[in-house]
C-alpha cells in the first residue's frame, strides 16, 4: 500500500491526477484501503488543477470511510481559497473543521487570522487571535506577522497584541507589509 500512496502523492504533485486515480482503482482492486496520506494527496491534486468539486466530494468520502480528516485536510482546503482571494470560503471551512470536531492548529489559525485580515475583520481576526491563545496554542512568526499586516492595514499597528511583547526571536518580516512601518520601535525584551 504504501507503494500505491507513494505514487499517488508523486502524481498529484505533478498535477496527473487522472493517473492517480487510475492508481487508485488499481490500489482497491489489490485490496489495499486509501489512507488519510492518499486521500489527503489527491484532494491537493485536484485543488492545484482546480477541481474543487472533485475535492470537496474526497472530503466527503473520507468522512464516511472511517478515514477521518484532520486539519491539515481542512488546512488543504483554506490554502486554496485564500490563495483563491475566497477569504469568506477559507473561514467556512474553518468553521465547518469546528463544527465536526476537529481541531484546528496552529496553521488553521493562521490562514483563518490572514484571510479576515485580508477581508479587513480586524476585530474577528483579533478575536481568533485571542481564541488561539486560550487554547493553548503557540502564537508563532506567522500568527505576528498577520495581526502586524491586519492592524497595519487600517493604520492602527500600535494596537496590534503583542506588537511591543512578542516572544523573543518572534520577530516581524517588514518587508511583507504594503505600509511603512519603518519609524516603529520593536521591543526585542521578553514581556514581563
Not at 490500489?27 to 485536484?46: C, H, R
Not at 475566497?86 to 476537529?102: C, H, S
Request: proline share 5%; with cysteine.
Amino acid at each position: 500500500m504504501i507503494s500505491f500512496t507513494t505514487l499517488i502523492g508523486a502524481l498529484c504533485t505533478a498535477g496527473k491526477v487522472d493517473e492517480a486515480f487510475g492508481v487508485l482503482d488499481k490500489m482497491v482492486k489489490k485490496g489495499s484501503s486509501p489512507n488519510l496520506y492518499t486521500y489527503n494527496s489527491l484532494i491537493i491534486g485536484l485543488l492545484k488543477t482546480n477541481r474543487l468539486e472533485e475535492a470537496h466530494k474526497i472530503l466527503q468520502v473520507m468522512h464516511t470511510h472511517e478515514c477521518k480528516p484532520t486539519s491539515f485536510t481542512y488546512n488543504i482546503f483554506m490554502d486554496y481559497y485564500v490563495k483563491q482571494g475566497e477569504f469568506n470560503e477559507a473561514y467556512q471551512v474553518f468553521l465547518q473543521m469546528k463544527w465536526k470536531d476537529i481541531a484546528p492548529d496552529v496553521v488553521s489559525f493562521n490562514l483563518c487570522i490572514d484571510c479576515l485580515g485580508r477581508a479587513g475583520k480586524v476585530r474577528e481576526a483579533k478575536d481568533l487571535f485571542e481564541e488561539m491563545r486560550q487554547v493553548g496554542l503557540y502564537t508563532d512568526t506567522i500568527t505576528y506577522n498577520m495581526m502586524i499586516r491586519c492592524y497595519g492595514q487600517e493604520g492602527k499597528i500600535e494596537l496590534c497584541p503583542g506588537w511591543n511583547c512578542a516572544p523573543v526571536g518572534t520577530l516581524p518580516r517588514l518587508e511583507l507589509y504594503p505600509f511603512n512601518i519603518t519609524n516603529v520601535e520593536v521591543s526585542l525584551e521578553p514581556p514581563s
